[in-house]
Each structure stands twice: as C-alpha cells, then as structure tokens.
C-alpha cells in the first residue's frame, strides 16, 4: 500500500499548522506556496525540517505523488492547480477537518457567521477558561486548529470557523454548532450566488449527529430559511432578541426566557447594563453565549463578572482615540455591508464614514437610511471606489477618494467639528491596499495616533 503523502498548499497559518500535526504523526509532508512565505513560518519549517517551496507550484510532483490535498482556505476553487486537482480525484480537505482526525475524543465548539464569530468566539473561551475547563481556542482566531492539536490535546476546542474552511469539511462535525448570521459576504467566491454561500455555511450543522446541538439566529430572515431546507439532525435551539418563540430563547421584560414546554427566566439582562460591548450585535453573541454554558451545565452566575470586564476586540468597534472631541473608532474587521449597518446604528453623533477595498458582491441597500441619518460624508479608501460612489452620491453631498490611509485620516479629520466620529468601517476586504484588516486597522491607528502628536505640537505654539 502506497504511504500517505499530504501536500499541503498555502504556507500561512492553517498551512504551516497542519504541516506541523502531519510530521508529529510521521506522516510525509511538503507545502508548497506559489508566493513568498513570511519569515516567522518559514523558520517553523526549517526548525521541524518540513520540505516546502515558495513563488511557485511544481505541479507535476504535487498531482502525481499526492495521496491528499490540504489547502489554505483563501485558495479559490477557480485556481487552475486546484481545478486539476479536483479533475484527478484528489481528496482536498480542510485543515480543521486534518485536526480533527488527532483529537477524536475532545469536544468541539463551531461557531460560524458572516459577523460576530470572533466576540462569540473568545466570550466562550473566556467562560469556560474561567471555570476551570480545559479548553483552547483556535480555528480562524489566533492559531489554527492543527497547531493548537500539534502541542497539547484539551478537553474542549472552541473554534472561529469561516465558511472558506467549511468548504473542504467532508466529515467535520462540531458537538455544539452556533450560526449568527449570514449576509451577502465573500459572493465573489461563490459565483455570485448567495445560496452558495448559505450551502456552505450550513456544513456547520447538516454534518453534526442527533446527539449534538445547532444554536441558531432566529432573527436572522437567511438563517431561518435554511433550517427549514437542509437536512439537520442535531438539536435545533433558536434565539432571538426582537420575537417571542415557541421554543428556544427570546427576550421579554429585559429577562432571557427558555421556552420548551413553559417559560422559565434564565438570565435577567439588566445585570449587564454596565457592559462594555453594547449593541444588538452583541447581544446576539452573549445569548449565544449563555446558551452553550447551558449546555456545557455552567453556573450562569458565574458569567456575569466574566461579561462585565468584557472589552471590544481590535480592529471590532475600538474606539481608541479623541482629538478635540472627534472619536476615532476602527472596526476594519467590517468587511461586509451587515457589519457596517450595526456599526452606523450604534453611532449616535454625526459621521465621517470612511469605506471602500475590494468589494465581495455588496448590496448597499440596507444601510442606505443609517447613511441618510447619522452620515456626514464618505471618505473612499480603495482602488476603485466607483460602486460606492455611484450608489451614495445622491444621498451624500460630501464623497472623498483615496488609495492613502494618512489621506483618509486627514480628510476626515478636516471635515469634522467636536462631537463628531470618524469611523473606519470598510464594508470590503482589504486585499487591494493592504495584506489584511489587521493591518488597514493598525495603520489606520498609527496614523490617528501621528496626528494627535502632530496637533499636539501645533498647540504648544
């Protein structure tokens, strides 16, 4: 029988993480990357002798020596090698579906969703860890799930899961599943078609068992509509903040209901008015939060001192500076339209609104009345910004371009008077100008922060 040989393809994190789970198990390995893999992993590689390459595929050994493909998840299905691949029969499977197959008798959490998945995801962590559990956290956060199962096996793995690595799940089964929601994200992926996307989504619960547990967004019009159309074995418990359910979790009075075959009060919400993450979106993430300490039979008092020292994520609502009272606040990882109309809806002064990158299929029109309200004038961060030029510029007089972050900052701060926000709070992913949102979000900081310098040395004169 021919030994198994993984080639791996991407050398970012999912990549080197599942490089590093197959050699511990003696398994032959290679990662290839058709660009140039940073110095942080490549020294991973060298340090565990991990054959790789870089700038560049060698195609024939891949197809012919391969007995399994693990791709990064940023890896279209539209690229020619992967075409090939798929026309060979090949199995391309997920990195997260490769950990799982090491930690068959730990726990998985899976939570998914066009927005919100990172705050759920770290609250969980956060709760469990805090209780004493043996937990870890992984997936699209932080480390991926084949590094963390490479070092040390818990109990429980809460995992950030996108829908590019569902993609490759043939067999990936987490035992409590949560879906927040889905918006029009990512359709240039999915040929343009949302159902595509919806399907994929949704592998986080058509592949789970009778035994396990699917928490879901009732609230969400998508979300709804795909319960009832897929095929869902697992326990279905929905939530919702704005309609009373038959069964599930809803709100009345300020008080969390369980509804099953009465109501019963699980958590009064007032106890949480000091938070410091407000917002629908955020209650969203804590209900789904408590539901899964419900679950994992957590004394849901004890979650209370965990949620109050709360604090948002960077680059998620941060509002981290003020200049002559004008709040600067970075939420770069807002890289669909839904993000952006939670964004806005908590503004509560006027706007700068600063938007733009490369666009996924967006759909402007839900936000079109929190623009009309609360938006005083758009600054274009991208290369091309024709789309949200033309869908806005009847609605705002005042709409900007740049391909320079230092511009945009200076250009919103130009515009706006005391009271006012300037929110960076992109609704596209950042691939045309920078590597990622992390760095948009962190340029964006710096530059603020260079201006703060900069107006406080105008002052001294």
Request: with cysteine; net charge positive.
């Amino acid at each position: 029988m021919k030994k198994e040989f993984i080639v791996i393809l991407g050398g970012g994190e999912s990549g080197v993480g599942a490089a590093l789970l197959a050699k511990k198990n003696g398994i032959k390995v290679f990662l290839s990357d058709s660009g140039i893999i940073s110095n942080k992993y490549k020294n991973i590689l060298i340090e565990n002798n991990i054959p790789f390459e870089e700038k560049g595929h060698t195609e024939n050994m891949i197809v012919k020596n391969a007995s399994k493909i693990i791709k990064s998840p940023g890896i279209s299905k539209e690229n020619y090698l992967i075409k090939k691949i798929y026309s060979l029969n090949i199995p391309i499977i997920s990195e997260i579906e490769f950990g799982k197959n090491y930690i068959k008798n730990s726990k998985i959490i899976g939570i998914t969703g066009s927005n919100g998945k990172t705050t759920t995801s770290s609250i969980v962590y956060q709760i469990l860890k805090n209780n004493k559990l043996n937990v870890d956290i992984a997936g699209n956060i932080g480390f991926s799930f084949s590094r963390k199962a490479s070092i040390s096996k818990k109990d429980i793995y809460v995992l950030e899961i996108s829908s590019f690595q569902l993609d490759d799940s043939h067999n990936f089964r987490s035992n409590i599943a949560v879906l927040l929601n889905i918006t029009r994200d990512h359709l240039n992926r999915y040929d343009g078609n949302i159902d595509n996307y919806v399907s994929s989504k949704f592998k986080i619960a058509t592949l789970q068992k009778k035994e396990d547990f699917f928490i879901y967004n009732y609230d969400d019009p998508i979300v709804r509509l795909g319960v009832k159309k897929y095929p869902i074995l697992s326990q279905c418990i929905p939530f919702s903040i704005r309609e009373k359910l038959n069964t599930g979790f809803y709100i009345k009075n300020k008080i969390l209901i369980q509804k099953k075959d009465r109501e019963i009060c699980f958590f009064n919400l007032n106890k949480l008015q000091n938070i410091p993450i407000i917002g629908d979106h955020n209650l969203y993430n804590i209900i789904a939060s408590l539901i899964i300490s419900k679950i994992l039979n957590i004394n849901i008092d004890s979650i209370i001192p965990i949620l109050l020292k709360l604090k948002p994520i960077e680059h998620r609502m941060e509002n981290f500076a003020n200049i002559n009272g004008i709040k600067f606040i970075n939420d770069s990882k807002a890289t669909n339209v839904h993000a952006v109309f939670y964004a806005l809806k908590s503004m509560n002064s006027p706007t700068i609104w600063i938007a733009g990158g490369e666009d996924k299929g967006n759909d402007y029109t839900e936000i079109i009345s929190l623009v009309k309200s609360k938006v005083k004038a758009i600054i274009c961060l991208g290369k091309n910004n024709k789309k949200i030029v033309n869908f806005f510029k009847n609605f705002i007089s005042i709409i900007l371009e740049t391909e320079s972050i230092e511009e945009a900052v200076h250009m919103a701060y130009a515009l706006s008077y005391p009271g006012y926000n300037i929110l960076l709070s992109p609704a596209c992913s950042s691939f045309d100008l920078f590597k990622n949102y992390k760095e948009r979000g962190k340029k964006f900081k710096k530059k603020v922060m260079n201006l703060i310098k900069n107006e406080k040395n105008r002052n001294i004169f």
